[in-house]
């Protein structure tokens, strides 16, 4: 290790660095000040010293070579998650950040770069995931010995608005259910009063629903893969697979549907496009969700609210913390009672069930 003075072939001084790394081999690097040199020399030998001694050259490669490198070993993640991994990266990072080497990232030219995604059109709960995937990649440099830290240390993502939770009243569920294309009425009624996903109700298929026992089971959902097509999927944890038992108001919405509405056989899907397949959740929305939220006054609300409309009714009843797998068909009926009072419909919780209780109904 060492710093040599020398002069270039048109008079102008440099300051060159030698080092030579854990593997005998040596490396050097050239400053135009010997303060500089100083400071890297100083760097270096203190990694060195405490074990965490990074090849200088390592940090030479892109940031998309290095993504690229990194994508390839996201084996773990749910198709939809690697995709928007990679989609927030592809759109929105390797377009400003791409050719630029890995040691060459620093905190101004990140920040530069995540205010210039906050100035645009991007939300800040968008701008807020490009800067988790970026925390990922850069993290993942430091561990494969490629950096010797991340320069997004310090760097604080923009401040995300906690999104008011909208929460239907009963009248409010009847009200949208029977304003929406009668084909998904039932959608209404499910979505508000069993607390399914968006994801999970465009992919209950009619086996899962057993309306003699009044119950149905969740087990897969529709979701994007790595190509963006809509395809089915399994559920994101196993805590997800779930029965939900089903006041009568729910089973008798069910049973006008699934005689009139749904696919046909075994397989067949509950909830279906005007031409029988799996919905579409982007077209649903728009086609079908948001103009109908509109017309019944209700707007603005996400189909994910219905989902909140489910934990607000079944909490209104004071249960919610104490029920136990094999009441859940006791509360459906309190329910109904409390639904007939109020000229409206309620929900009945969430049961999460056992291993035993899925022998024979995973997904296929």
Same mark, same amino acid.
């Given at each position: 290790m060492?710093?040599?003075r020398?002069?270039t072939?048109?008079?102008d001084v ?9 593997? +005998?081999?040596?490396?050097? =690097? ?6 500089a ?5 100083? !760097?270096?030998?203190?990694?060195r010293?405490?074990? +965490? ?36 990266? =592809?759109?929105?990072?390797?377009? $400003? ?11 101004? *030219?990140?920040r530069a770069a ?7 059109h ?18 993942a440099?430091? !561990? ?8 997004? !240390? ?9 999104? $008011? ?7 409010d569920?009847?009200?949208l259910a029977a304003?929406?294309d ?10 508000a009063?069993c %607390?399914?996903?968006?994801? !999970?109700?465009?992919?209950l ?6 309306l ?6 969740v ?8 190509? %963006?097509?809509?395809? *089915?999927?399994p559920l994101?944890t ?7 038992a089903?006041p ?7 049973? /006008? ?8 056989? =075994? $397989?067949?899907?509950?909830f ?15 086609r ?6 509109a ?5 603005p ?13 079944? *909490?209104?009843?004071d249960?919610y913390? /104490?029920?136990?797998?094999g ?5 459906a ?8 009072e109020?000229?409206a419909e ?5 049961i999460p069930? +056992?291993p035993?209780?899925?022998r %024979?109904? %995973?997904?296929?």
């Open positions: 060492g710093i040599e020398r002069t072939k048109i008079g440099r300051y060159e660095v030698r080092l030579r790394g854990p593997d +005998g081999r040596e490396r050097s =690097r050239t400053f135009r000040t010997r303060k040199a100083e400071t890297y020399e100083r !760097e270096l030998l203190t990694q010293d405490r074990g +965490g001694w990074v090849d200088p050259r390592a940090g030479r490669i892109t940031l998309a070579d290095w993504v690229a490198e990194w994508s390839a070993t996201l084996v773990n993640l749910r198709p939809s998650s690697r995709r928007i991994y990679l989609d927030n990266l =592809r759109l929105h990072v390797l377009p $400003e950040l791409g050719a630029v080497q890995l040691n060459k990232l620093d905190k101004a *030219m990140l995540l205010a210039k995604l906050s100035t645009s991007l939300k800040p709960a968008s701008v807020h995931q490009v800067y988790r995937v970026l925390r990922r990649v850069l993290t440099a430091v !561990e494969n010995d490629i950096l010797v830290r991340s320069p997004l !240390e310090g760097i604080k993502p923009p401040r995300v608005e906690p999104q $008011e939770m909208r929460f239907l009243a009963p009248g569920v009847a009200l304003t929406i009668a084909r998904y009425r039932a959608f209404v009624t499910v979505g009063y %607390g399914l996903r968006l994801g !999970e109700l465009a992919g298929r009619r086996h899962r629903v057993d003699l026992h009044r119950h149905l089971q087990v897969e959902q529709l979701g994007r893969d790595d190509s %963006g097509r809509w395809a *089915m999927q994101k196993r805590s997800s697979l779930r029965s939900v089903l009568a108001v729910v089973v008798d919405s069910l049973d /006008h549907h699934l005689r009139q509405w749904a696919g046909r056989g =075994r $397989e067949g899907f509950v279906t496009a005007p031409d029988g397949g799996h919905l579409d959740p982007d077209n649903f929305r728009s079908v969700w948001t103009p109908a939220v017309a019944a006054g209700l707007a609300l996400r189909i994910h609210d219905l989902r909140h409309t489910t934990a607000s009714l079944v *909490m209104t009843l249960r913390g /104490h029920l136990m797998p009441r859940a068909q006791d509360v009926d309190r329910l109904d009672a409390l639904a007939k109020a000229s309620m929900i009945p919780p969430v069930l +056992g035993r209780d899925f %024979g109904i %995973g997904p296929k």
